[in-house]
């Protein structure tokens, strides 16, 4: 599939850094409010804002055919409904203003000075309404170190594990974006030694390193969606850190899975990058052995190079990074997640959040979770203040950023970061 928006050739003629995650190439859709102002619609780049709703309200998108009041939702909601084609010919409109062979836009001053605003001017938002989260479990590395640690080594895989993308329902409700504070939760915990439980804030708070997809396009109850129609139903990925309380987890997660160690928050970065930005970035996933059952099965490459990092921020420190990992490790892909959640006939609705599971690698630096990277306590990583972290403490902000580069373009996402506070 080519894109003309994706053109490595084309420039903006607003100015851009070479290593911004916001070129041309990329325009990210978000939701953004000015002091005093209401929420709209915009598009990143560069350093810059485009505001949506102002550019439609002076005829730039006229002939799109869309409702305006579209581009002054809360959510992106709205805009998403609207279909594949619209998104596909939003985009294209958007390059052609933005190309700097062209002057609509960039010769009229005035209309520039209203459209154009500083990020560093506004407040970002949550981009989609969320009403259903789903969150799988699909790398392998990630699998493999976490059964390593708690089970058997030799079996640290369940039998299901490669047959299925084996996932959760989340809580829609928590879902939260980049800059929201979060307070470290409180729950039961029970020590190995101990006869009973306990309750008191979390002494094991962890990030997980995720991407998720959000969804573009319904399906009927009944109804399943397949691996070679599903790329047909995402709209776009964002950055996710699915916070984990690991010790609340251990002790409640036994029949049923995750739950209050869960759901207390999901961060988001507030950008979301369409699916069309990150067609150069296709590569092909692992070898999936033993082979999958049919309505698993697909075909071309399914998996994204997508570089992402994670760092940590003590307070009135400077931040350190603690990992770098890669999207294209996963062994289940977007495709077969969704293919599986529908199979049995689940209805999926627009702006349903759906996370990857954390991103592990083969080597350490690459491991997507504190309880890997330090191994579940056992070596704790130093930060540049001289303190060291097993876990997440009391006013650390931790920091996800995640790029994809070829050409010499890069396609980002910019950050979510999030701060932690004490238990109240």
């Known amino acids: 599939m080519t894109i003309a928006a994706n053109d490595p050739t084309i420039r903006s003629w607003v100015k851009v850094n070479p290593e911004s995650d916001f070129p041309i190439q990329n325009l990210p859709l978000g939701i953004f409010s000015r002091e005093k102002e209401g929420t709209s619609v915009g598009v990143a780049i560069g350093d810059k804002i485009l505001d949506i709703r102002e550019l439609a309200s002076l005829g730039y998108l006229a002939d799109l055919d869309i409702d305006n009041s579209v581009f002054s939702s809360q959510y992106l909601n709205r805009f998403i409904a ?20 062209n002057q609509e836009l960039q010769s009229n001053e005035e209309h520039v000075k209203d459209v154009l605003v500083p990020s560093n001017e506004v407040t970002m938002h949550l981009p989609v309404r969320v009403g259903d989260y789903t969150d799988f479990y699909s790398s392998i590395e990630h699998a493999t170190n976490v059964g390593t640690m708690f089970r058997d080594p030799e079996n640290a895989l ?3 594990w490669k047959h299925i993308p084996v996932g959760y329902h989340g809580r829609a409700s928590s879902i939260i974006t980049s800059g929201v504070d979060i307070e470290r939760p409180k729950g039961q915990t029970k020590a190995d030694d101990a006869e009973v439980p306990s309750f008191g804030p979390t002494r094991l708070l962890d990030f997980e390193l995720e991407m998720a997809f959000i969804l573009g396009k319904e399906n009927k109850l009944g109804s399943p969606i397949s691996t070679a129609e599903a790329e047909d139903h995402i709209f776009g990925m964002v950055l996710l850190n699915d916070w984990s309380a690991r ?18 928050a999901s961060s988001v970065s507030p950008w979301v990058v369409m699916m069309d930005s990150l ?33 940590i921020q003590p307070e009135n420190s400077e931040p350190v990074r603690v990992c770098q990992s890669n999207f294209k490790y996963m062994y289940w892909n977007m495709c077969q997640q969704l293919a599986h959640q529908t199979i049995n006939g689940c209805n999926v609705r627009i702006g349903d959040l759906y996370g990857s599971g954390t991103i592990s690698g083969s080597d350490k630096g690459s491991y997507g979770s504190m309880l890997e990277l330090s191994w579940k306590g056992t070596n704790p990583i130093p930060m540049t203040d001289g303190s060291e972290r097993k876990f997440i403490q009391d006013n650390d902000t931790v920091i996800m950023k995640g790029f994809a580069e070829k050409d010499g373009i890069r396609i980002g996402f910019g950050e979510v970061s999030t701060k932690v506070l004490p238990a109240r």
Do not use: H
């Open 82 to 101: 609207l279909g594949q084609p619209v998104w596909r010919a939003f985009r294209d409109r958007i390059s052609e203003l933005l190309n700097n062979s």
């Open 158 to 160: 369940l039998p299901n």
């Open 247 to 264: 010790d609340i987890q251990k002790w409640e997660y036994v029949p049923l899975g995750p739950f209050l160690a869960k759901s207390f």
């Open 279 to 311: 067609q150069p970035f296709r590569v092909s996933g692992p070898v999936q052995d033993p082979p999958v059952l049919p309505y698993l099965q697909y075909e071309g490459d399914k998996n994204y190079d997508i570089n992402l990092e994670v760092y």
